[in-house]
């Protein structure tokens, strides 16, 4: 092997490990790890570097020179992969750190100043070589081992320890970084040369297979974008050739290293220009349909803002991304309250992706979002739910996750890059904005309609009344002139009417008063029901309440043809409002009536039982045989505007109204079934009075 061999060898590896650190560096400026491997690298392409420029020199006292910066270099080396290490774990320990550090005077000192560590060069077949000083050269070497091997330790309990809060694909960086970074250290074979063996320093081989396994692992599990790298490298590569190329060629052709020198610190001011600018240029071309529908996606946010209805909002959202971006597939889950899990609600999937219907809230995928709130691959999300190049992107309402957007893999197989993340980060907050204003407008619509409810029922009740005195002034007239026939009858008709006649229309008088009777109780009761209370509450008697109870639902109850049972114990004593609680009961036979209103195959049936419950409570419950409650809506009933009727038919204020009532009186009230076409129970325990 000559020398030209061994300088091109160690200085195109030098390159390569150099552009290497100049794209981990890009990839993520702000990143503690990105940065310390950087400089990792970075040392590593020094030491090939100046072994080149070693090999190429011919003056002794160059050749030292520029091995001792070699080797200065790998001095260096265990200090840096200590701090790489320690920015992986998350923590450093400042008494490894101050020993490093001593290696690196200590042994920096003694390699510039003294002859202890290196006393001069050998000259083997193939070149020159730094001679080891048995004085201080075995202890380097223990120092060296010793500060790699515990390198190594911690960055291997660092990927084996389950408690650590690390990705999946954190964790395949890791190994890969770690595999690649114990390959380089078999290039410490090189310091057999140093003791006088003639073994020629491949170092630079395992210098090679170190960006190698990361190629590998860019390619496979996309840790960067492999178009940007490749494009990013190639230009580097091919401008800095000719930087450092170029004076080198003319200095080994002329001899005149002076001027070479010269030519190289111009290109080496002029390069970065020229890198920067080539770059730009070429990747806007590569990169011009990711601009297109980046854009896209940007007035996508801008518009989201102003939809007001939730379900068109995620119409849009899932339509405009699978339309600009073209993805594998597309899917939208949105949280459930009832199942208590985020449900498929939306998606375009091919066949072969058949996803899950539903994700449960406290699943890992779920508190990854919640911890992160924003877009992020599946992979980091340490979830095999979907593929690996999955992009997930989270919505929130008021810090809660709403729901989340899954895009796959690019029609164009394409990962997603950096410029991706912050697009879909923008569309991640819009939407976020826009569910709250959709959420917003909801409540604002229901509360004009409870208002609107709250304003026709206050019109119904002066109705009522009004009509209710309408009515009872005729009633009142009739009764009096009934019994004025009646009398009439009895006393100057008597002589002139048979017996049996004259006790068949007695018989009608009578009957009819009492209709009339009874017709002036209902008017009072619906006069009460109907007239506006200031909601005192007072001792009450529970068959106060029932009494103009029944005289408003019993005649709908006969005309509905419904089996009203009754079991009542008397004497209960409570303290409340009457014109209230008669509101609670008429409510609850408003909503049984409409639940057996369907019965066609089987008798109309409500039962009313009121009874001491403790000595301390009474309990109303009211119960039919109609359709029933569904399970999930149980607990959820009494809430403002949840109705279990069609929305044709109800707009879910009675139960929630139900609620304020009682709970205003110091009771509680729950309902019971067993589910569809099962028949209900409402309840209701109210403290006694003492």
Request: charged content about 20%; overall charge neutral; some cysteine.
């Amino acid at each position: 092997m000559n020398t030209d061999f061994y300088f091109l060898s160690h200085f195109i590896a030098a390159i390569i490990v150099f552009c290497f650190s100049f794209f981990v560096f890009l990839s993520n400026k702000k990143s503690k790890i990105n940065l310390s491997f950087s400089i990792f690298d970075l040392v590593i392409s020094c030491w090939l570097l100046f072994s080149a420029f070693a090999s190429i020199s011919t003056d002794a006292k160059t050749i030292l020179f520029w091995f001792k910066a070699s080797y200065a270099t790998v001095i260096i080396l265990p200090y840096v992969f200590l701090s790489f290490a320690f920015s992986v774990v998350g923590k450093k320990n400042r008494f490894v750190s101050f020993l490093a550090l001593l290696h690196v005077i200590f042994f920096l000192s003694s390699l510039w100043f003294s002859d202890l560590l290196i006393e001069g060069v050998y000259h083997y077949s193939w070149g020159y070589y730094p001679r080891a000083s048995l004085s201080l050269h075995p202890f380097f070497l223990l120092s060296f081992c010793g500060l790699f091997s515990y390198t190594i330790f911690i960055f291997i309990c660092k990927i084996k320890d389950r408690q650590d809060d690390i990705s999946a694909l954190d964790r395949l960086r890791a190994i890969y970084i770690l595999l690649g970074t114990l390959l380089g250290v078999l290039s410490s074979f090189d310091f057999i040369a140093n003791y006088g063996i003639d073994f020629y320093p491949a170092g630079f081989i395992f210098a090679l297979l170190y960006p190698s396994i990361l190629t590998y692992a860019i390619l496979k599990y996309r840790l960067l974008d492999i178009r940007v790298a490749v494009t990013r490298a190639g230009i580097f590569t091919l401008i800095y050739t000719f930087v450092l190329g170029l004076p080198l060629w003319l200095g080994i052709r002329t001899g005149f290293w002076i001027w070479a020198t010269i030519l190289m610190g111009i290109l080496s001011t002029i390069g970065p220009f020229i890198y920067s600018y080539l770059r730009q240029q070429i990747e806007n071309a590569l990169f011009k349909e990711q601009q297109r529908y980046q854009q896209a996606i940007r007035e996508l946010a801008k518009r989201m803002v102003q939809i007001r209805d939730l379900d068109k909002l995620f119409v849009e959202v899932v339509a405009e991304v699978y339309t600009v971006v073209q993805p594998q597939f597309i899917a939208l889950y949105t949280f459930s309250k009832p199942e208590k899990a985020y449900i498929l609600s939306r998606h375009h999937l091919p066949i072969e992706y058949a996803f899950v219907k539903q994700i449960p809230f406290d699943s890992q995928l779920i508190t990854e979002f919640s911890k992160n709130k924003r877009p992020m691959f599946a992979e980091s999300a340490s979830t095999a739910i979907f593929p690996l190049e999955t992009l997930l992107v989270p919505y929130f309402s008021e810090g809660r996750l709403f729901g989340f957007l899954v895009v796959g893999q690019k029609s164009t197989k394409m990962m997603y890059t950096d410029s991706d993340f912050v697009v879909f980060d923008i569309l991640s907050s819009q939407v976020s904005l826009a569910i709250e204003n959709c959420l917003f407008w909801q409540e604002e619509k229901t509360r004009l309609a409870k208002e609107e409810q709250i304003r026709r029922q206050r019109a119904m009740d002066h109705f009522s009344a009004s009509l209710a005195h309408e009515i009872d002034n005729p009633v009142f007239a009739v009764t009096g002139m009934a019994e004025v026939v009646k009398e009439t009858i009895a006393t100057d008709l008597k002589s002139y009417i048979p017996q049996d006649k004259l006790d068949y229309l007695s018989d009608r008088l009578s009957r009819i008063n009492h209709d009339l009777l009874r017709i002036s109780k209902m008017i009072k009761a619906i006069r009460e029901f109907s007239s506006q209370t200031k909601g005192e509450q007072v001792i009450l008697n529970v068959d106060e309440v029932l009494g103009g109870f029944f005289s408003i639902v019993e005649p709908q109850f006969k005309y509905e043809g419904i089996v009203f049972e009754k079991q009542i114990e008397t004497g209960i004593a409570i303290k409340g409002n009457k014109i209230h609680l008669e509101e609670v009961l008429v409510n609850f036979s408003t909503n049984s009536i409409h639940a057996v209103k369907y019965n066609n195959k089987k008798e109309k049936r409500i039962a009313l039982t009121v009874r001491k419950n403790s000595p301390m409570t009474c309990l109303i419950e009211f119960k039919d045989n109609g359709y029933g409650i569904k399970q999930e809506l149980l607990e959820d009933i009494f809430l403002d505007f949840v109705t279990t009727k069609a929305s044709s038919e109800g707009s879910g204020i009675g139960l929630g109204r139900v609620r304020k009532i009682i709970e205003d009186h110091g009771g509680k009230v729950w309902a019971s079934s067993q589910g569809e076409n099962t028949g209900a129970a409402f309840f209701i325990e109210m403290p006694l009075v003492k």
